[in-house]
């Protein structure tokens, strides 16, 4: 009887450690996905506000244009 209980209880262990590796592979492919998403956003709102600063050294009524973008690119 015993040995019929070690056995379960070893193959719950593995079916249990087996179902572990798939959820944290899961997790794991899914944080890169969004680390990946985050640093394209990242680097897309630097080139934005890049182009925005830059927008605003032309001219005067620019400066304020670009003034108010960055503003609110800020709260984004």
Same mark, same amino acid.
Request: hydrophobic fraction near 40%.
């Given at each position: 009887?015993?040995?019929?209980?070690?056995?379960?209880?070893?193959?719950?262990?593995?079916?249990?450690?087996?179902?572990?590796?798939?959820? %944290?592979?899961?997790? !794991? *492919?899914? #944080?890169?996905?969004?680390?990946?998403?985050? /640093?394209?956003?990242?680097?897309?709102?630097?080139?934005?506000?890049?182009?925005?600063?830059?927008?605003?050294? %032309?001219?005067?009524? !620019? *400066?304020? #244009?670009?003034?108010?973008?960055?503003?609110? /690119?800020?709260?984004?």
């Amino acid at each position: 009887m015993r040995e019929r209980i070690n056995a379960a209880l070893d193959d719950l262990e593995k079916t249990t450690l087996k179902e572990m590796d798939e959820v %944290k592979a899961s997790w !794991n *492919a899914s #944080l890169m996905l969004d680390v990946d998403t985050c /640093s394209r956003l990242h680097s897309e709102l630097t080139r934005l506000s890049d182009a925005v600063q830059e927008i605003g050294t %032309k001219n005067k009524k !620019n *400066a304020e #244009l670009a003034f108010i973008a960055f503003q609110k /690119s800020d709260y984004i």
